[in-house]
């Protein structure tokens, strides 16, 4: 059974970078074809799709977001992270991860893994 955990700084202020991290256990972020996504929800608008990488470390972004946006994985580790920078309170959010074999749909949000989330609030 593949298991995501996120983990994250909680609070972050405005204008600096925020970075959550991934851990996958159960499984390999290198599996075949498997895509390892970050997605957010955020109060009162719902899930954004923000980026993935694939098992080959091959990346994708939500354009919107691209310029703010870093996706990274240690193979070592077995974990992925996203880094967004120049926060604002508009980032606030909760972060998720999630899997599934196959590429694109990225929002359907139709995942056969997620993890729980980490909630991250940027201040002003």
């Known amino acids: 059974q593949v298991r995501l955990q996120e983990s994250g700084p909680g609070l972050v202020k405005s204008s600096q970078t925020l970075s959550v991290t991934c851990t996958v256990s159960?499984?390999?972020?290198?599996?075949?074809?498997?895509?390892w996504s970050w997605i957010r929800r955020i109060p009162e608008k719902g899930l954004e799709w923000m980026g993935a990488?694939?098992?080959?470390?091959?990346?994708y972004f939500n354009p919107s977001l691209k310029s703010r946006t870093n996706i990274s994985r240690d193979t070592s580790e077995n974990n992925i992270t996203l880094r967004l920078s120049s926060v604002t309170p508009e980032d606030t959010a909760v972060y998720y991860c999630?899997?599934?074999?196959?590429?694109?749909?990225?929002?359907?949000?139709?995942?056969?893994?997620w993890g729980r989330g980490t909630e991250v609030t940027v201040s002003s």
């Open positions: 999630a899997s599934r074999p196959g590429y694109g749909h990225w929002d359907d949000f139709s995942y056969t893994y």
């Open positions: 159960g499984g390999s972020i290198t599996m075949d074809h498997y895509y």
């Open positions: 990488i694939g098992s080959t470390g091959s990346v």
